[in-house]
C-alpha cells in the first residue's frame, strides 16, 4: 500500500488484569506504526479498570472505555467495533498474541486484492491450558468471486476443524463488516462467519502470525456466558441453521445462488444432527448398560 491507513484492534476484556498487560503490549509492538488499541473493560470487578488506565496513560494508541455495567459478551465485541476509527480492524481476546510483524503481512494481502474483504492467518491454539495439534489451511475456495463457493467452504471447515481457520480473529475491512448485524445466540460466531463468506472474498497468509487461548466448555455453561435461555442448548443445531437461512434470505444474491446456499446450509445441518442424534444414542447406551 502507498499509503498507510489506520488500523484498529478492538479489545473487549473483563476481569483481566492479570493478564490484559501481554495482549497490549503485543498489539503495540506491531511493525506496522499506524495504529489504535480500542479497550472496552465490562465493568470488570477486579483490578482491570486501574491496570487498563495506566497502560493507556503511557500510550496515546490506547483508547480505553469503561462500561458503567455489563453489557454482556457479544455487545462488549460490538462495542470496541463501533468505537474503531481505522479502515481496518481486528479483534482479539484479553489472552491472545499477536506476532509483530501480523498488521504488516495481512496489509500486503489487501493491497494485491481491493476486492478482499477480510485476511485471515495461520494461528497456534491453546486449548484448555494445553498447545493445540497444529492445522494449516491452503485451500482457495474461500477467495472466490462466487459467494455460495466461499459460504460451502466455510460450512466444511466449521464441521472438519476449528484450528483451521478463524475468520473472527481475521484483519477485516471496518465498514462492511460493522454493518453486518449480529445477534446474540448459542454458536452465532459460526453464524457470523457464514455472514462473512457471503459478504466479500478473503484472503490467508498461512504462516503463524497469531495466538488464541482456546478453552472447551459445555454447550450449557455457553449459554450462561452469552446470558441465552438455557433451553436453546437443546436446539442449537436447528437455530443455527434457521438463521443461517433467514440471512441468506436477505442477502443480494440470484435464485440460483440462494438454492445452492440453502443447499449447503441443510447438508451441515443434517450432518451435525446426525452427530448430535449418535451422541445421545451412546449417552443413553451408557446409562443403560451402568444401570443394570
Known amino acids: 500500500m502507498n499509503r498507510q491507513p489506520l488500523v484498529s484492534v478492538g479489545l473487549p476484556v473483563r476481569n483481566a488484569a492479570d493478564r490484559v498487560t501481554d495482549v497490549v503490549k503485543s498489539v503495540l509492538a506491531q511493525e506496522y506504526p499506524h495504529v489504535e488499541l480500542v479497550i472496552s473493560d465490562n465493568a470488570s470487578t477486579d483490578g482491570t479498570q486501574d491496570v487498563c488506565r495506566s497502560l493507556a496513560d503511557a500510550d496515546s494508541r490506547i483508547r480505553y472505555h469503561r462500561q458503567p455495567q455489563n453489557i454482556g459478551l457479544l455487545n462488549n465485541f460490538g462495542f470496541v467495533l463501533r468505537a474503531a476509527r481505522g479502515e481496518f480492524f481486528r479483534w482479539i481476546g484479553d489472552d491472545d498474541r ?20 477480510l485476511v485471515t492467518t495461520g494461528m497456534s491454539y491453546m486449548e484448555d491450558g ?13 477467495g472466490s468471486a462466487d ?9 466444511r471447515l466449521l464441521n472438519e476443524s476449528h484450528l483451521l481457520i478463524d475468520p473472527l480473529y481475521a484483519l477485516v475491512r471496518r465498514k462492511p463488516v460493522a454493518a ?3 445477534r446474540n445466540m448459542l454458536r452465532e460466531d459460526e453464524v457470523f462467519a457464514a455472514k462473512l463468506a457471503l459478504a466479500g472474498p478473503w484472503g490467508h497468509i498461512p504462516d ?27 436446539f442449537a443445531n436447528t437455530l443455527q441453521a434457521r438463521e443461517m437461512l433467514r440471512w441468506i434470505g436477505q442477502c443480494e444474491l440470484t435464485a440460483d445462488q440462494k438454492r445452492r446456499a440453502r ?16 451422541h445421545r444414542s451412546r449417552k443413553l447406551l451408557r446409562m443403560a448398560t451402568t444401570s443394570r
Open 208 to 234: 503463524v502470525l497469531a495466538e488464541r487461548v482456546w478453552g472447551t466448555a459445555r454447550i450449557t455453561k455457553l449459554a450462561e456466558r452469552l446470558d441465552v435461555p438455557s433451553w436453546q442448548s437443546h
Open 180 to 182: 453486518i448485524p449480529r
Open 263 to 278: 443447499a449447503a446450509v441443510y447438508r451441515m445441518y443434517l450432518r451435525r444432527q446426525g452427530r448430535t442424534v449418535a
Open 147 to 155: 459467494p455460495v463457493t466461499r459460504l460451502e467452504e466455510m460450512l
Open 98 to 117: 499477536l506476532a509483530s510483524g501480523y498488521l504488516t503481512a495481512c496489509l500486503s494481502e489487501f493491497a494485491a486484492d481491493p476486492h478482499r474483504i
Open 130 to 142: 494445553r498447545p493445540a495439534e497444529s492445522a494449516t489451511y491452503h485451500g482457495t475456495a474461500l
